[in-house]
């Protein structure tokens, strides 16, 4: 029987559905056979399997029992749309609705090794459904302080969903996303994250990129657009492979990273040039334009007296490397912290 694993967020903008997106395609070409359902109304896994959005059957209509979960396969992917959110509240009224995705897709659970389902942003009827449905549930997170009180009210949903509906549910870790870790920002927010949940905080992190929203709006895997960026997604599916002691699919995956040039940087993550830039600086600025000269009948002016050095102060140790970039110090007074409950 397949392995389920469900993915969520608290908010939206977390990277969630690119994480699917690119852990089911590592997964799949680690050789596993591989189910995706997309159980978000908007639909944006759907898209990114370049799926047709008047595709039908789709999960709402598994949900709201007017077709089975493998009539409305298409592609390995049972795919989501508006329509859901209608079926949504037809099933909240529903006795016994938290257990409608798990025995829907029990006849399927069969024919394929994992089964990944995207959660919408929001901890409703449709994320209960799919933590009651899963073995696994993993978390997505971003760089932003509201995203981290996020991460701990998902993992509060989470534990009711195990202390009520599904004692074999296991948290398979967190995901952290969009980051750019040559940052203050993003630094302070891992550190914050790893203090808060410890070992389960994943190692490998994802650069942000707007490759990733070119290679949706082709509907193609980051791996066939960039594969340079995507190596961050094969670290990670090596990583969760192994939690998952999948061990031999683990190693298929580590086969295609490629080894690392000697004295070569990993490539640079893209950053907003309208954003505050906090990176500690690497490299001397560029000189700045030169000013014409002035006028020939300008007097010169006197030259001002050289203000006296002040002695520099030795630079500190740099931080552990996270995936090849520096990695955060133990966050300053006033730097992120989870708000206690």
């Given at each position: 029987m397949a392995l389920t694993i469900s993915v969520l967020s608290q908010k939206g903008g977390t990277g969630k559905t690119t994480a699917v997106r690119h852990i089911v395609e590592a997964f799949r070409?680690?050789?596993?056979?591989?189910?995706?359902?997309?159980l978000d109304p908007q639909g944006n896994l759907s898209d990114y399997f370049d799926i047709d959005p008047e595709a039908d059957p789709t999960i709402g209509d598994v949900l709201t029992g007017r077709c089975t979960a493998a009539e409305a396969i298409h592609d390995s992917v049972i795919p989501a749309?508006?329509?859901?959110?209608?079926?949504?509240?037809?099933?909240?009224?529903?006795?016994?609705?938290?257990?409608?995705?798990?025995?829907?897709?029990?006849?399927?659970?069969?024919?394929?090794?994992?089964?990944?389902?995207?959660?919408?942003?929001?901890?409703?009827?449709?994320?209960?459904?799919?933590?009651?449905?899963?073995?696994?549930?993993?978390?997505?997170?971003?760089?932003?302080?509201?995203a981290l009180q996020g991460v701990e009210q998902a993992l509060e949903v989470i534990e009711l969903a195990r202390d009520t509906l599904n004692p074999e549910l296991e948290w398979l870790g967190v995901l952290f996303n969009i980051s750019d870790m040559r940052t203050v920002h993003s630094r302070e927010a891992y550190e914050a994250l790893g203090e808060h949940v410890g070992d389960r905080l994943l190692a490998h992190t994802v650069r942000q990129s707007i490759a990733y929203a070119e290679s949706a709006e082709r509907a193609v895997?980051?791996?066939?657009?960039?594969?340079?960026?995507?190596?961050?997604?094969?670290?990670?599916?090596?990583?969760?492979?192994?939690?998952?002691?999948?061990?031999?699919?683990?190693?298929?995956?580590?086969?295609?990273?490629?080894?690392?040039?000697?004295?070569?940087?990993?490539?640079?993550e893209e950053v907003n040039p309208?954003?505050?830039?906090?990176?500690?600086?690497?490299?001397?600025?560029?000189?700045?334009?030169?000013?014409?000269?002035?006028?020939?009948?300008?007097?010169?002016?006197?030259?001002?007296?050289?203000?006296?050095?002040?002695?520099?102060?030795?630079?500190?140790?740099?931080?552990?490397?996270?995936?090849?970039?520096?990695?955060?110090?133990?966050?300053?007074?006033?730097?992120?912290?989870?708000?206690?409950?």
């Open positions: 070409m680690s050789g596993l056979r591989v189910l995706a359902i997309d749309n508006l329509s859901l959110a209608e079926a949504e509240i037809t099933l909240a009224g529903r006795i016994g609705r938290e257990l409608t995705l798990r025995k829907a897709i029990a006849e399927v659970r069969e024919d394929y090794d994992v089964v990944v389902i995207d959660c919408p942003p929001a901890l409703g009827l449709l994320t209960v459904n799919a933590l009651v449905a899963a073995d696994q549930a993993l978390l997505s997170s971003e760089a932003q302080y509201f895997p980051i791996f066939e657009y960039r594969p340079d960026l995507g190596v961050d997604y094969l670290l990670v599916a090596e990583e969760l492979l192994t939690r998952l002691g999948l061990s031999e699919q683990a190693a298929r995956i580590a086969a295609m990273i490629p080894a690392p040039t000697e004295g070569a940087e990993a490539p640079a309208e954003a505050p830039d906090d990176r500690e600086p690497s490299a001397p600025r560029p000189p700045a334009a030169s000013m014409p000269e002035p006028p020939a009948e300008t007097a010169p002016e006197a030259p001002a007296e050289p203000a006296p050095e002040t002695p520099l102060e030795a630079a500190p140790e740099p931080p552990a490397a996270v995936n090849g970039h520096a990695a955060a110090a133990a966050p300053a007074e006033g730097a992120f912290r989870f708000r206690a409950r």
